[in-house]
């Protein structure tokens, strides 16, 4: 399926019009990028830490590899979905076949796909990630459009199953899709997730007792990462959905985390017009694809965004709310939205929680609550593909003067602590691994100046 790689389209070398110092830093950027591509057409997180494919990181990724071979772009997305399952999923990490089995937890004898008659012949876990891939696609297309539509016509077709998975498989009754796991929402100990973590059993070992060796605390100082007691319940999640073979019809009924994310599915809809834009290249029909991601915007509004609180909140399964204030709930600024709510978001991401015009991207969580933690993953830090997510959405909006500020934050962060994969939103201090794939590949991105608004687009004032 994936074309030969092609590299070097576009070269190493930085766009023109750069500052020596923004130069300096591109050519950092397509290094992380180089260093972490794999022979097979894709690249690692992190050689380290995260040694196999990410589901999102690739799409992520494929925006930076847009901007400097758009070959390698278009095959980081189709490696990916070459590992789709046949219900449509796609899976959160493909298991590279030449890595020890044992150098991520839990690993490929954990998640046991080989079972699964849907899974492929690749080895994969058996959850998924938010859909940000038709949105990557398109922004590949359209760094290159001549390859790129042959592209799409190849890709469209698995990025439908991959959406039709998620609404035929996970749509709860107010038409949101739902994720299973904390894992799915890509930011894993959020405190959006507490409250409904805090009911899920954990194994028979005790509350702190994670069946295998976490090899990630091998890599990160422990304070920085998920908790063991937090692990412990991502386990047992994962044998509870494993036991019924990842069947959500059998699953769900039962299952103990059951969550609707705005995040999650702000990235549905925000890819549901994609796939719109992409149909018309394709010679399909856009109209169903402009009507799913209508359906699910004003599922979000409805019942989603918590007018007290000016942001949108995670609903459980008895309609619970978690934590507002994570980055989740400014992340739908990506969709047009009524001006009194998206003027909300603005006044949020522009306030003390999140500090928008500091010199440090957005905070992951609420910088005033008591569970806000500068350096613990998820749970207060800033990660870059959050930040560049409401980079997109504040350019949609013609915002021009807070994308600047955004852009500014981001290139400076990293090119004061380098490609780390998160930063203290207060210290600016790097964290986590070095060298980290998203942060380089999303800087290019950046630093291509994808972000300054070119028009003034509408605003809804009620939908
Ligand atoms: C982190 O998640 C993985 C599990 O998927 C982990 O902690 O081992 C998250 O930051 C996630 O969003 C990301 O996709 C993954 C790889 O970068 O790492």
């Known amino acids: 399926m994936a074309e030969p790689a092609g590299y070097g389209e576009f070269g190493a070398s930085p766009p023109a019009g750069l500052s ?22 894709w690249t690692v997180p992190s050689r380290r830490l995260y040694p196999h494919q990410w589901s999102w990181d690739s799409a992520f990724i494929a925006v930076g590899w847009a901007r400097v071979s ?49 899974a492929p012949e690749l080895e994969t876990s058996g959850i998924v990630q938010p859909p940000v891939h038709a949105s990557a696609a398109w922004i590949v297309y359209r760094a290159d459009p001549g390859p790129g539509a042959a592209f799409l016509r190849r890709i469209y077709p698995a990025l439908c199953a991959q959406h039709d998975y998620l609404l035929r498989c996970r749509t709860n009754a107010d038409g949101m899709a739902v994720i299973v796991h904390p894992w799915e929402s890509g930011l894993d100990n959020s405190p959006s997730w507490d409250t409904e973590l805090a009911s899920v059993p954990v194994g028979e070992g005790g509350p702190d007792t994670v069946p295998g060796h976490r090899r990630d605390l091998d890599h990160v100082n422990p304070g920085e990462r998920p908790t063991d007691l937090d692990y412990a319940r991502y386990i047992a999640l994962v044998e509870a959905y494993r036991e019924h073979g990842y069947r959500d019809a059998d699953a769900l009924p039962t299952h103990p985390f059951v969550v609707a994310d705005p995040l999650f599915n702000t990235l549905l809809a925000w890819s549901e017009e994609a796939l719109a834009k992409i149909a018309r290249v394709v010679g399909a029909r856009p109209r169903p694809h402009r009507r799913r991601a209508t359906q699910v915007r004003d599922a979000l509004v409805e019942h989603h965004y918590d007018a007290a609180a000016g942001t949108f909140v995670a609903l459980g399964r008895d309609g619970r709310a978690g934590a507002a204030h994570s980055i989740g709930g400014i992340v739908p600024i990506l969709l047009d939205l009524p001006t009194p709510i998206l003027d909300s978001l603005l006044r949020n991401a522009g ?31 800033a990660w870059v593909n959050t930040s560049w997510l409401v980079l997109r959405g504040l350019r949609r909006h013609g915002l021009r003067d807070e994308a600047a500020m955004l852009r500014d934050a981001l290139v400076s962060a990293v090119r004061r602590s380098g490609f780390r994969e998160y930063f203290d939103p207060i210290a600016g201090t790097g964290h986590g691994c070095t060298d980290f794939s998203w942060t380089a590949a999303l800087t290019l991105d950046v630093l291509a100046g994808a972000d300054v608004p070119r028009r003034r687009p509408r605003r809804l004032s009620r939908i």
């Open 70 to 118: 758009p070959g390698r772009a278009r095959q980081e997305l189709e490696s990916l979905f070459a590992a789709q399952w046949s219900d449509g999923r796609v899976p959160q990490i493909v298991f590279n076949p030449a890595t020890a089995r044992d150098a991520y937890f839990p690993g490929p004898d954990f998640w046991r796909s080989r079972k699964i008659p849907e």
């Open 351 to 381: 306030g003390p929680r999140f500090a928008l015009g500091d010199r440090v991207p957005l905070p992951s969580y609420d910088r005033t609550c008591p569970g806000f933690d500068s350096t613990r993953y998820w749970r207060g830090p």
């Open 20 to 41: 020596a110092a923004d130069a300096q830093l591109w050519r950092a950027a397509v290094g992380v990028l180089e260093r972490n591509w794999e022979q097979g057409g």
